[in-house]
């Protein structure tokens, strides 16, 4: 058989289910040895093709092995939203005979303990391995099915599942597509280019169909234009890649299992189908009585829209110079007794007649789905004011700190290693000398800070919301302020290191001599800084000098015009002695908290870059950026308790990339 390319199309990532060798546990190890492949025939439905028997062929040359091998992840059932689907790592894969293996390795978090138990205990049996193909060979006989052949396939991730899936369905665990190329076996007898038909791939076919005739053997040969009647792959394509879009995002919006969804992508459903199969697993999942099931699907997105559209228009009303949305100004007026009869009608609950302080208090109850829309739009009107005022609080420390972020709060060791061993002159046959690094160690862990905001029922029906902006707004500036009192509180009170000696400490070669802001007493600060040493390997030796160049000057604000002349000014003047020579070499940091806490208006400072050398660290809860927003419903109160938190932790990592002046 010769092979001619063909075409080339766009395949979802695909899956195969395979087993647990449970006979390898290995119970010191958390590992067990997985068979992820056998390559055997599987019936599938394939862009171009329709219906094939898709085969693989398991050989060192035909399979990518480097992710696995470079530790691709071992799944809850292919799920990768989050840290937490992640049960494993795929410790080493290789293939044996014809057949593909895997060594696993389990997490020892408290949450996989449970999966671990069960696949020691040979209760979970079956896994499943994600793949990419990047080349088919596809083989057409008289009288047989297609088949396609993976000649470059590559697997991805390796999974648990608690049901082996039909063979025949792939799974989408994500919407990404890859190229892969088709190449068509012909008789090698035959000079002649056998054209591939390409076929339409419908939403909503049933994926056990036959073939489609077009694609069966004919005995007859048909007439030249039949032969090459062919489709516009790039509308199928197209096609599919909206529905299965139009899926996804229906069955977000209705809060339906990502396993769900794509078991309607995989069954080929049409939009509208799946739209009825979400609603009806909504059915059978909530209990909860007195909604009109019939009207959910409409509901549902206009009680978005208008949730989106008030939750705008109190925002104008907070602040006037925001951008509003189109149809948020019919609700801008409104006080928010309206808009909560607004919403409750929307949903409809009759408001005819309610007194206000009803109106009020149904307004804060949970709905049948979870939090109310009155408590939705507030919270979000919330967190979008503090975050604003947050961000608009004046910070100066963020060109002297390095930011990174940690997973939880446990404590963190930062490590400060030193040079390494100096080379030295080899003689003939001489040996290889070996050495050592030394190293030093800072340690901080996160610490959390919140403060709580409550919004009555009395606010409500006084329709008293700018107290709440003004409240919310403090909160996002205290926020900021604490960040930045804890940041230049390491500054002004100079703490003490790991090995014991202060910061700024004459030990350090970072304390200046008392003096003012001077040229003379710069040069003296820029002299010491570019004279500091790395850590040292052993006592016996000195660290490499590391020309540490001062990138900012910080200072007090009694200090502030002083040091923008001695930084800005840029006058000429014939005595070379009196030139201004670090005009424009440093940026000028304004900080009146330098001269408290222990600090003084005469001190000023010499930062380098957090580029050229670690300084002080500032770290924040890993996805938590920023403020944190929750609320609830509090039933004592009659109101809403929203409470932010803000997770964070500064420390000094390293003092060469200071330098402290007592001033005067």
């Keep these: 058989m010769a092979n001619d390319v063909a075409d080339t199309v766009q395949l979802s990532r695909l899956g195969r289910t395979a087993e647990v060798r449970a006979s390898s546990v290995d119970e010191d190890e958390r590992t067990v040895e997985v068979t992820w492949t056998t390559g055997a025939g599987v019936p599938r439905r394939m862009p171009g093709l329709g219906r094939v028997i898709e085969e693989l062929e398991v050989s060192t040359s035909a399979i990518r092995l480097d992710r696995l091998n470079n530790g691709a992840p071992f799944l809850n059932t292919h799920a990768d939203w989050s840290l937490d689907d992640v049960l494993g790592v795929v410790e080493r894969a290789w293939i044996e005979g014809e057949e593909g293996r895997a060594l696993i390795r389990f997490s020892d978090r408290e949450d996989v303990e449970p999966i671990w138990r069960d696949v020691k205990a040979g209760i979970i049996r079956n896994i499943s391995v994600g793949y990419r ?14 088949r396609v052949i993976a000649r470059d396939w590559e697997p991805t991730e390796i999974s648990a599942v608690p049901i082996g899936a039909d063979d025949q369905a792939g799974f989408r665990a994500d919407n990404n597509e890859n190229a892969c190329q088709l190449t068509r076996a012909t008789p090698d007898q035959s000079d002649k280019e056998t054209p591939m038909a390409e076929e339409d791939i419908k939403p909503g076919v049933d994926p056990k169909d036959d073939a489609p005739e077009s694609r069966k053997a004919d005995p007859t040969p048909a007439p030249a234009p039949e032969l090459e009647k062919k489709v516009d792959v790039a509308e199928v394509r197209s096609a599919e890649r909206k529905r299965i879009t139009e899926i996804t995002t229906v069955g977000r919006k209705l809060k339906i299992e990502q396993s769900v969804i794509d078991a309607a992508i995989e069954r080929g459903d049409s939009i509208d189908t799946a739209r009825a199969a979400f609603i009806d697993a909504m059915a059978d999942d909530d209990d909860e009585p007195g909604e009109i099931r019939g009207n959910i699907t409409i509901n549902r997105d206009e ?27 019919q609700f801008r007026s409104m006080s928010l007794l309206r808009i909560g009869e607004e919403l409750l009608s929307a949903r409809g609950q009759s408001v005819r007649g309610m007194p206000r302080d009803e109106m009020a208090a149904k307004m804060l109850e949970r709905g049948y789905h979870g939090t109310s829309d009155f408590t939705l739009i507030l919270q979000n009107v919330a967190s979008k004011r503090l975050r604003a005022a947050y961000e608009a609080a004046p910070q100066t420390f963020d060109p002297i700190v390095r930011r990174t972020t940690v997973s939880d709060f446990k404590p963190v060791n930062v490590l400060t290693l030193s040079d390494f061993p100096a080379f030295e002159a080899m003689t003939e046959n001489a040996e290889y000398k070996y050495g050592t690094m030394g190293e030093g160690r800072e340690t901080y862990a996160l610490a959390s800070y919140g403060r709580g905001i409550s919004f009555t029922r009395r606010m409500i029906i006084n329709d008293d919301l700018n107290a709440f902006d003004r409240i919310t707004q403090a909160i996002g500036t205290s926020a900021a302020n604490l960040e930045s009192d804890t940041v230049w509180g390491l500054v002004t009170s100079n703490p003490a290191l790991a ?26 600060g820029r002299t010491l800084m570019r004279n500091q040493r790395s850590l040292a390997p052993d006592a016996s030796t000195e660290g490499t000098l590391l020309n540490l160049q001062p990138a900012f000057l910080a200072v007090p604000g009694e200090l502030e015009t002083v040091a923008r002349q001695h930084i800005n000014a840029t006058s000429i003047v014939t005595d070379v002695t009196k030139q201004n020579v670090y005009a424009n070499t440093m940026g000028l940091i304004v900080e009146p908290r330098l001269a408290s806490n222990g600090g003084s208006v005469d001190d000023w400072y010499l930062f380098a870059s957090p580029s050229q050398v670690d300084i002080i660290e500032f770290a924040e809860l890993e996805g938590q950026s920023g403020v944190f927003i929750d609320q609830m419903v509090d039933f004592d109160t009659d109101g809403i308790k929203i409470k932010a938190r803000r997770e964070f932790a500064a420390a000094w990592i390293d003092y060469r990339g200071a330098m402290k002046n007592p001033g005067s």
């Design 499 to 524: 090995s014991g000696t202060a910061v700024f400490h004459a030990d350090h070669g970072n304390l200046a001599t008392a003096g003012g802001i001077t040229v003379n007493n710069i040069g003296a």
């Design 303 to 329: 009680n978005e829209t208008r949730r989106n559209l008030i939750e705008n228009a109190i925002e104008v009303r907070l602040n006037p110079a925001a951008e509003m949305l189109e149809g948020a100004g």
């Design 133 to 146: 193909t990047h080349r088919y060979e596809v083989i057409e006989e008289e009288g047989e099915p297609t």
